[in-house]
């Protein structure tokens, strides 16, 4: 049984950083695609950061992009979310998955969800 769990959220000040991170129990990553998604309230959940296992390649939503990094770890079966210059616009829970198949972009190509951890930015 494939287990996600996040960890690493918490409330931070605009400008602060964090580190989220994923650790997968039960398959392997290092064959597998791995995404960040958020959910704000009232919100459909949002493409965040995705790290392609077959080239090292990590992509980013616009929103994001030169503030967070994502990376990962095979041999400790983690993938972690570092976010800088955090801004009361990146509040939300964030959520780890293993994608399917499909574009990386679209949150229904994900599978294996954590139960997401909440970030809260102060202004």
């Known amino acids: 049984q494939v287990q996600v769990v996040e960890s690493g959220g918490g409330l931070v000040q605009t400008g602060g950083s964090l580190r989220l991170s994923c650790v997968v129990s039960g398959r392997t990553i290092d064959s597998t695609g791995m995404g960040w998604v958020r959910q704000a309230p009232g919100k459909e959940r949002e493409f965040v950061a995705y790290?392609?296992?077959?080239?090292?390649?990590?992509y980013y939503a616009d929103s994001v992009q030169g503030r967070f990094t994502i990376s990962r770890d095979n041999a400790k079966n983690t993938v972690y979310l570092q976010m800088n210059s955090l801004k009361p616009e990146d509040a939300a829970v964030y959520y780890c998955a293993l994608l399917r198949k499909g574009n990386y972009q679209w949150t229904s190509s994900y599978d294996y969800w954590g139960q997401g951890t909440q970030v809260t930015v102060s202004s």
């Open positions: 790290a392609a296992w077959v080239n090292g390649r990590t």
